[in-house]
């Protein structure tokens, strides 16, 4: 329920923030100087840490012998780093089974224009959610969200109900979902012409 206030409070701020823009922008006069003003911006949240990115966990454990203060022992064989790599190999490409919502499917003559229309009315409303457009022959389909289980798709499909009457859920593969899934993105300001 917290979620969904959240949601609908941030919804709002967009909404009024959109709307400002050009009230702000019709007030000021023709050849009148620009000044810097600010500016909303909005940045989705990182789903993974990225500073670890690429890096081995055996390479960052505490080390006399690299100068740290402390030392971390593995009572493990020599074979571990190997045989944890080998399994990062081989997972690489493995996907998450979960839920998204989706919001469009059709094959019509026009779909390719209004698979990207729908696209983008979703993304203005629901920032930080991510969205997807795939193309499987003859269909034009668009879903959202990454959902561990039906009942968090099902929140999102309750709020879409007014915009997308048609959405519904399906199962599929899915990224990693977005650890806080409360704070999705980072709302920041920032000063523009």
Same mark, same amino acid.
């Given at each position: 329920?917290?979620?969904?206030?959240?949601?609908?409070?941030?919804?709002?701020i @967009? $909404?009024?923030?959109?709307?400002?823009?050009?009230? +702000? #922008?019709?007030?000021?006069?023709?050849?009148?100087?620009?000044?810097?003003? *600010?500016?909303?911006?909005?940045r @989705?949240?990182?789903?993974?840490?990225?500073?670890?990115?690429?890096?081995?966990?055996? &390479?960052?454990?505490?080390?006399?012998?690299?100068? &740290?203060?402390? &030392?971390? $022992?593995?009572?493990?064989? *020599?074979?571990?780093?190997?045989?944890?790599?080998?399994?990062?190999?081989?997972?690489?490409?493995?996907?998450?089974?979960?839920?998204?919502?989706?919001?469009?499917? *059709?094959?019509k003559?026009?779909?390719r224009? !209004? !698979?990207?229309?729908? #696209?983008? !009315?979703?993304?203005?409303?629901?920032?930080?959610?991510?969205?997807?457009?795939?193309?499987?022959?003859?269909?034009?389909?668009?879903?959202?969200?990454?959902?561990?289980?039906?009942?968090e +798709?099902? /929140? @999102? #499909?309750?709020?879409?109900?007014?915009?997308?009457?048609?959405?519904? $859920?399906?199962? /599929?593969?899915?990224?990693?979902? $977005? +650890?806080?899934? &409360?704070?999705?993105?980072?709302?920041?300001?920032?000063?523009? #012409?």
């Open positions: 329920m917290i979620h969904t206030k959240t949601m609908k409070l941030h919804r709002y @967009l $909404i009024l923030s959109l709307l400002a823009v050009p009230a +702000a #922008l019709r007030a000021q006069e023709p050849g009148e100087p620009t000044a810097l003003r *600010d500016s909303i911006v909005y @989705l949240v990182s789903q993974v840490d990225s500073s670890l990115v690429g890096i081995s966990i055996f &390479d960052i454990m505490p080390s006399k012998d690299k100068g &740290d203060a402390s &030392d971390v $022992i593995l009572s493990q064989g *020599d074979h571990l780093p190997s045989v944890m790599e080998n399994y990062i190999a081989r997972n690489r490409e493995k996907t998450l089974n979960g839920f998204r919502v989706r919001i469009f499917f *059709d094959n003559q026009n779909s224009t !209004a !698979a990207q229309d729908a #696209l983008e !009315a979703f993304n203005k409303v629901f920032r930080g959610i991510p969205s997807y457009l795939s193309y499987q022959s003859p269909f034009f389909k668009v879903t959202v969200g990454d959902f561990r289980t039906k009942s +798709a099902m /929140e @999102l #499909l309750r709020s879409l109900k007014g915009m997308f009457p048609a959405a519904f $859920i399906v199962k /599929e593969g899915i990224n990693y979902p $977005i +650890a806080d899934k &409360d704070n999705t993105y980072i709302v920041d300001t920032l000063k523009v #012409l």
